[in-house]
């Protein structure tokens, strides 16, 4: 009998396909299949709650991306295409996918860059610096109450380890 202050375990998803696993493969250590596969179904769940809110403000999570890498390199809110192919980890031909869109929206401009004739500049218009401070506000309290079932102390010991994961692939 389990008492008022004891707690059962909680079993999800990815319990039942271990239990399954270790039936048919009692020889593995399973123990790393179950992390990377919760990490793979929160970021697959949290990610459509995610991309809800973007679109409340008729962004995808993409744009989005661009918006928030222009507002973040502050005043004047301008960057090259090379600049944020870099940083956002995207191809050109992505990013020049992005851009077109964001272009049509209104969200951004695109200039010729006076110190190189070749390339060109990508400047945020203040319509989309709107957009973008409205819909981070957002962003911001979606993901707070996605967090909420964790303690401070939890989510600290999650961005700690997952930090220490992340490091391995810099």
């Given amino acids: 009998m389990i008492s008022p202050m004891t707690t059962a375990p909680i079993c999800d998803h990815?319990?039942?396909?271990?239990?399954?696993?270790?039936?048919?493969?009692?020889?593995?250590?399973?123990?790393?299949?179950?992390?990377?596969?919760?990490?793979?179904?929160?970021?697959?769940?949290?990610?459509r709650s995610i991309e809800a809110v973007f679109a409340t403000h008729g962004l995808t999570t993409g744009d989005f991306d661009v918006l928030a890498a222009l507002r973040r390199n502050g005043d004047p809110f301008v960057m090259t295409p090379t600049d944020l192919s870099s940083t956002l980890m995207l191809s050109p031909a992505g990013m020049t996918n992005r851009l077109d869109r964001l272009e049509a929206s209104g969200h951004i401009s695109r200039r010729a860059d006076p110190g190189d004739r070749r390339s060109s500049l990508v400047v945020m218009t203040d319509q989309g610096r709107r957009v973008v401070d409205l819909a981070v506000s957002d962003h911001l309290a979606n993901e707070a109450h996605l967090l909420s079932v964790l303690s401070?102390?939890?989510?600290?010991?999650?961005d700690r380890a997952l930090r220490k994961l992340l490091r391995q692939f810099d």
């Fill in 14 to 47: 990815i319990d039942e396909l271990i239990a399954q696993w270790t039936v048919e493969r009692p020889d593995l250590e399973l123990a790393p299949m179950a992390t990377f596969g919760r990490l793979g179904r929160l970021t697959a769940m949290a990610g």
């Fill in 152 to 158: 401070p102390n939890e989510i600290t010991s999650l």
